[in-house]
Structure formats: structure tokens, C-alpha cells
């Protein structure tokens, strides 16, 4: 599903944001991405969708070449991840509907698929009932939810989640998981970069840990610290 060989991202100014990563991640995984800030997570997952490209390496992303791709290949890439921010990114003057719709408006669906997928998705993330809603009168874990839905309604094989629950209390925050837990059942690969201590230790899920851009661990079924 993704492998990325030797990458090493060292940006202008000299510094290296990434050293030699080598990992794969299978089809319908879920690993957490963990270290400390400027370990190199964001980095890490912009390469992903190629917001950045690597100064040396390879990344295979559903058997694609990503660093080999030209500019007008990296929308129908971006077409199969789904993104999920911190800071929730929706269109204030769009409603729930307008915001998720948009997702599939720019990469041209047709109106029959969008008015069929987008009660859809609002529904299993549990938004029927504010699809008319702004943004501005949402809760923060609705607003989050909102962005899940825009995520996945494209039903993207990659779903990256960049520090999603930030600015979420911590029963939001365990609300949001166990809808990434549902997306993941359903087969779609999730990579989350957290800080959240607490939801790594309790999910027991794969655990790759950064520190000045190089992997340093890479445990099944691990804790966001090494106790060894």
C-alpha cells in the first residue's frame, strides 16, 4: 500500500526534516505516527500526498510512484487520500452538506453521486440532522466530524489525520476515534500523527516513532512510549 525507501526531505535553509526513512504500511492498517514536535510527522505525511516531495528517496503509494509524478497527476492521487486537520479547515459560508459536498464538487462528480453520497457519509458520522447547519454553530467535535465526513465521502483508500483531536476535549476526542475505528473496519488505511498519549496506550494499535526525523521505533500493538 505505501513504501517509502531512504527518504530524506532537507528543506532550503539545510535543515533536515526527514533521514533516511524506510517503512511499509499495508492495505488497511492503522498506525500512529509519534515523537516530539519537529520529529518530523508533518513533514512525513505532506510527502504523502505530495504537498512536499523527498530530496532523496522513493514513495510507492497504491502502486504509484509519487516522487516520479507529474504535476497533473497529483490530483487524482489526492482523490484517493483523505486529510484531517487540527484546526478543522471547513468554508464558513458553507453549510455541513455545502462543506462535504465541495469534496467531491472540485474533483467534477456528477450532482445524482453527490446528493447520494453526501447524506450518506453525514450519516454515519452522525450529522444528519445539522446538514444545514454553518460551521460557526457547531460544537468542536461536530465541527471535527464535519471534516471527517469531507475526508471520506470520496471513499479514499488513505485516510491521514494530522493531529485531530488538539483542540478537542478528551470525551470528543475518544468519540472521534471510535469513528476512525469504524472508517478503518471498513477497510480504508489510516495514518494518524498525535501527540495523544493516552488513545495510543488504550488502542494498542501500530506505533512508528519519530526523533530528528529518523524512525526509532516501529512497534505492533504499541504504546506511545518505549517502557523497555
Given at each position: 500500500?505505501?513504501?517509502?525507501?531512504?527518504?530524506?526531505?532537507?528543506?532550503?535553509?539545510?535543515?533536515?526534516?526527514?533521514?533516511?526513512?524506510?517503512?511499509?504500511?499495508n492495505k488497511g492498517?492503522?498506525?500512529?505516527?509519534?515523537?516530539?514536535?519537529?520529529?518530523?510527522?508533518?513533514?512525513l505525511t505532506k510527502l504523502l500526498y505530495r504537498e512536499?516531495?523527498?530530496?532523496?528517496?522513493?514513495?510507492?503509494?497504491?502502486?504509484?510512484?509519487?516522487?516520479?509524478?507529474?504535476?497533473?497527476?497529483?490530483?487524482?492521487l489526492r482523490r484517493k487520500i483523505g486529510m484531517v486537520f487540527q484546526d478543522f479547515r471547513l468554508l464558513p459560508r458553507k453549510t455541513v452538506a455545502e462543506n462535504v459536498s465541495f469534496a467531491l464538487e472540485v474533483i467534477g462528480a456528477s450532482n445524482k453521486e453527490i446528493k447520494k453520497a453526501v447524506p450518506a457519509v453525514l450519516s454515519m458520522v452522525g450529522l444528519t440532522e445539522k446538514a444545514d447547519i454553518f460551521p460557526d454553530h457547531l460544537s468542536g467535535g461536530e465541527q471535527q466530524r464535519v471534516c471527517?465526513?469531507?475526508?471520506i465521502v470520496n471513499n479514499p483508500v488513505l485516510l491521514i489525520a494530522d493531529e485531530p483531536t488538539g483542540?478537542?476535549?478528551?470525551e470528543t476526542s475518544w468519540g472521534l476515534m471510535k469513528?476512525?475505528?469504524?472508517i478503518n473496519r471498513r477497510g480504508t488505511t489510516i495514518i494518524?500523527?498525535?501527540?495523544?498519549?493516552?488513545?495510543?496506550?488504550?488502542?494498542?494499535?501500530?506505533?512508528?516513532e519519530l526523533a530528528g526525523g529518523r524512525i526509532v521505533r516501529d512497534e505492533e500493538e504499541g504504546a506511545y512510549r518505549n517502557e523497555a
Open positions: 500500500m505505501i513504501q517509502l525507501q531512504n527518504v530524506t526531505k532537507t528543506y532550503l535553509n539545510g535543515a533536515k526534516a526527514l533521514i533516511d526513512v524506510t517503512m511499509k504500511i492498517e492503522f498506525v500512529f505516527l509519534v515523537g516530539p514536535s519537529g520529529a518530523g510527522k508533518s513533514t512536499e516531495v523527498p530530496s532523496r528517496g522513493q514513495i510507492i503509494l497504491n502502486g504509484k510512484n509519487v516522487v516520479r509524478m507529474k504535476p497533473r497527476e497529483v490530483p487524482y471527517v465526513a469531507r475526508a483542540n478537542l476535549d478528551p469513528l476512525f475505528m469504524d494518524m500523527a498525535t501527540h495523544a498519549w493516552d488513545i495510543v496506550d488504550d488502542m494498542k494499535k501500530r506505533v512508528i
